[in-house]
C-alpha cells in the first residue's frame, strides 16, 4: 500500500487549476484573519445552512421517524465524510475538500428519500418538462436557495467553490463503476443533463462519490435487520457471499472497512480510484443484494404511497394558489391553511424581487436578503411552479406531514 500516492495530484495550491478550482460564483466577503482554507471555509458554510440541519429529519431508506436508532440523511452525510476522510488522508488527497463535498452531497435531498425524489421527478416532468434529481437538485440548493447572513445580517447565497459545487453535482454513486478517473474539463456546471453524466473534476470528488456507495450499503443493511427486513436466512446468505473473499467477515463494518482497505491498496493515479476484481464484484453483488432484499422490499410499498400521497397534496393545494396576483390569493387561503400558505409566501419573499412583494411584513423580511432573486416577479406558471418544487424538496419529512395535517382539518 502506498502512502500518499496522489499527493502530486491532490486538490492544493500547487494544482495547476487552484484558482480555478476555488474560484466562487460572486465575490464572498472577507474576514480579516481567518484561518480558513477556501474548502475550510465551504465546509463551516454548508455546516451553518438551514438545509444541513434539516438532513437529520429527512429519510435515508426507512420511514421511521420516532426511531432515534435507524440511519436519517444527516447520519448518512456523516458515513461518507468519514469514509472519503480515511481514503483521502491515506492517499493523500485534500482531505478539507472530501469533508466539504461530503457535507453538501445531499443537501436539498427531498423529503422521504428516494420515495420522494420519484414524485418530485414525476410532477416536474408532468409540469415543467424538466428532469429533477437530487444530485442537480443539490446543485440548485448551494447556489441559489441556501442563504447565511453576513456581518451585517443580510442573507445571501452560500457562493461554494467550483470544486465542491462540482463533487455535489457529480457524486452519483448509482452507477456500477470499476474504476474512477476526474474529467478533465472544468465546464460549467449547469450543462450536467442526467444523473451521472460525467465524473468529478477532482481526485477528491472521486473519493466522496465511491465513499457514497460504501457508506450507504453497509448501513442500509444493519437498518434493515434492525427492522426485521432481512430474516436470519438471507442475513446468513449476505455473509456468505460477503466471506467468499474473506472469511473474517462478521458484519457490515467489517465488509465497509475492507473495501475502504482495498480502495487505498489499489488506487494510483495510473490506475485510478479502485477496487480489486475481487472488491468490485463484491461491492456490486451486496447492492443488487440491497436492491432485492431491501428497497424494493414490498413492505416499502405503503410508505412509498403514503410518500406520493403527502407531496402531491401539498404541491396541488399551493397550485391551486396560482392566478393573477398569486400574493393575494395565498393570503386569502392563510384562513383555511395558516401554516402551509404562510410558510410557502415567506419562501418566496425570499427569491423575489423586492419592488414585486407586497408591503408589509413579508417585504420588509425581503429586505434583509441580498441573494440571486430566481423567481424574479413571479411572472409566469412556470416560476412558480418550480418555487413550489423547490419548497418541496426542502422540507424535512416532519414538515411535510405537518402540512398535509393541516390539510385534512380543512
Known amino acids: 500500500m502506498q502512502e500518499k500516492a496522489f499527493e502530486t495530484v491532490a486538490a492544493t495550491e500547487r494544482n495547476p ?3 480555478e478550482l476555488t474560484a466562487r460564483c460572486q465575490n464572498l466577503y472577507e474576514r480579516e484573519e ?3 482554507s477556501p474548502f475550510g471555509r465551504d465546509y463551516t458554510r454548508i455546516l451553518h445552512s438551514l438545509a444541513y440541519r434539516r438532513l437529520k429529519h429527512k429519510t435515508q431508506v426507512f420511514f421511521n421517524i420516532d426511531n432515534d436508532h435507524i440511519c436519517t440523511r444527516m447520519e448518512h452525510v456523516l458515513h461518507v465524510e468519514s469514509v472519503s476522510n480515511t481514503i483521502a488522508k491515506r492517499l493523500g488527497l485534500n482531505d478539507e475538500l472530501t469533508k466539504a463535498i461530503a457535507m453538501g452531497h445531499d443537501l436539498g435531498h427531498a423529503p422521504f428519500g428516494h420515495h420522494g425524489e420519484a414524485v418530485l421527478e414525476a410532477l416536474s416532468e408532468e409540469y415543467l418538462q ?3 434529481w ?3 437538485n443539490g446543485l440548485r440548493f448551494v447556489d441559489h436557495i441556501e442563504l447565511l447572513e453576513d456581518d451585517f445580517k443580510k442573507l445571501k447565497n452560500l457562493d461554494l467553490t467550483y470544486a465542491v459545487r462540482d463533487g455535489i453535482v457529480a457524486h452519483c454513486g448509482e452507477l456500477n463503476e470499476g474504476v474512477l478517473h476526474p474529467r478533465q474539463e472544468r465546464m460549467a456546471l449547469e450543462t450536467f443533463t442526467q444523473k451521472g453524466q460525467y465524473q468529478p473534476v477532482t481526485w477528491e470528488g472521486c473519493v466522496v462519490k465511491i465513499a457514497d456507495k460504501i457508506a450507504y450499503i453497509g448501513r442500509d443493511i444493519e437498518d434493515a435487520i434492525n427492522l426485521g427486513f432481512i430474516d436470519k ?8 457471499m460477503a466471506r467468499e473473499g474473506d472469511t473474517a467477515v462478521l458484519n457490515t463494518t467489517v465488509i465497509m472497512h475492507k473495501l475502504i482497505i482495498d480502495i487505498c491498496k489499489n488506487s494510483t493515479p495510473e490506475k485510478g480510484i479502485c477496487l480489486s476484481p475481487q472488491y468490485q464484484e463484491q461491492l456490486k453483488a451486496i447492492k443488487d443484494f440491497n436492491y ?3 428497497y424494493n422490499n414490498r413492505r416499502l410499498g405503503p410508505f412509498k404511497r403514503y410518500a406520493e400521497l403527502v407531496i402531491r397534496e401539498i404541491f396541488d393545494v399551493l397550485l391551486e394558489s396560482y392566478g393573477e396576483n398569486p400574493w393575494r390569493k395565498l393570503a386569502e387561503r392563510k384562513a383555511y391553511y395558516p401554516m402551509t400558505m404562510g410558510a410557502f409566501e415567506g419562501w418566496l419573499s ?5 419592488d414585486s412583494i407586497p408591503d408589509g411584513v413579508l417585504r420588509e423580511a425581503a429586505a434583509h436578503c441580498e441573494n440571486v432573486k430566481i423567481y424574479g416577479n413571479l411572472e409566469g406558471k412556470a416560476s412558480y411552479i418550480q418555487a413550489i418544487l423547490d419548497f418541496i424538496s426542502g422540507m424535512t419529512d416532519r414538515f411535510a406531514i405537518k402540512l398535509f395535517n393541516e390539510l385534512l382539518t380543512y
Open 17 to 19: 487549476h487552484w484558482d
Open 130 to 132: 424538466e428532469p429533477f
Open 233 to 240: 436466512a438471507t442475513e446468513k446468505k449476505l455473509l456468505d
Open 134 to 136: 437530487h444530485e442537480r
Open 350 to 354: 425570499h427569491y423575489c424581487i423586492l
Open 34 to 36: 481567518d484561518v480558513r
Open 292 to 294: 432485492t432484499y431491501i
